[in-house]
């Protein structure tokens, strides 16, 4: 089965939509999401209905998303992204606010190899950012294989008996990960919407649990475009400005 990784889109439907160009659906059996599909962006309904209509194995929610659907106030948000976040509280529809508040939390078993979480596997709000909060993760998870998100960092996160390593992609267009036996892994695919390894691209994965490759990618699409709809919807310059940096 080969899974289409989607996480972070962030209501930039600029940069769903130059992902599902460069991923067809002849590429990929099923799709997974990962949480945080709003919040930053100025698209979040368009982002949302994009989703539903791919009608996904698995949809996560992310901690913006519990915000913009009313789950949860905007406590542990600073004031750009609880003004965004409000913002998107207002905007979306009635229909994918609830959609959003259905959503279960992670994580999620996938098969037998893998599962999904937004943070990290021991809670959906908890950052993944070194080695040693890898290090704490990897004493929970239920699968070899545990794909995250919520740093918006493309990265693989290695145990083998011998050591637990970090592997950064390459920036090429497609890294390819072979994973081993006896060896756990905490990947996660980059963010669609809002990058922030430095490169403006839009980053996702493919997964085949069949071949054991997970193949992380990296798309480019017009950050302009996304750039002037945050500018229209009135949304705070800056997170307009960190599309072109990737940051
Ligand atoms: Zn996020």
Avoid at 11 to 21: C, D, F, Q, T, Y
Wanted: negative net charge.
């Amino acid at each position: 089965m080969r899974y289409l990784l989607l996480s972070d889109v962030h209501g930039n439907r600029h940069a769903l939509e130059a992902v599902l160009a460069a991923a067809p659906p002849a590429s990929f059996d099923r799709v997974l999401v990962l949480g945080d599909l709003v919040g930053y962006g100025a698209d979040p309904n368009a982002v949302v209905d994009r989703v539903r209509a791919l009608d996904p194995f698995i949809v996560i929610r992310g901690n913006h998303d519990k915000v913009a659907c009313g789950l949860e106030p905007p406590d542990e948000f600073n004031q750009i992204a609880r003004q965004a976040v409000l913002w998107t509280l207002k905007t979306l529809t009635d229909e994918n606010r609830e959609y959003l508040r259905a959503l279960p939390a992670g994580p999620c078993a996938v098969g037998e190899r893998a599962q999904v979480c937004h943070g990290s596997p021991v809670h959906e709000d908890e950052y993944i950012f070194d080695g040693a909060d890898a290090a704490a993760a990897f004493g929970h998870l239920e699968r070899p294989v545990c794909f995250f998100g919520h740093t918006h960092i493309p990265v693989v996160f290695v145990r083998s008996r011998q050591r637990l390593e970090a592997q950064v992609p390459s920036g090429e267009e497609t890294t390819v990960l072979h994973l081993e036996p006896e060896t756990l892994y905490l990947v996660n695919p980059g963010s669609v919407g809002q990058p922030r390894d430095g490169d403006a691209r839009a980053a996702f994965a493919v997964f085949d649990d069949g071949t054991g490759e997970v193949a992380l990618r990296r798309v480019p699409y017009p950050v302009e475009q996304a750039q002037e709809a945050i500018r229209t919807a009135g949304l705070p310059a800056v997170l307009a400005n960190r599309l072109a940096a990737g940051r």
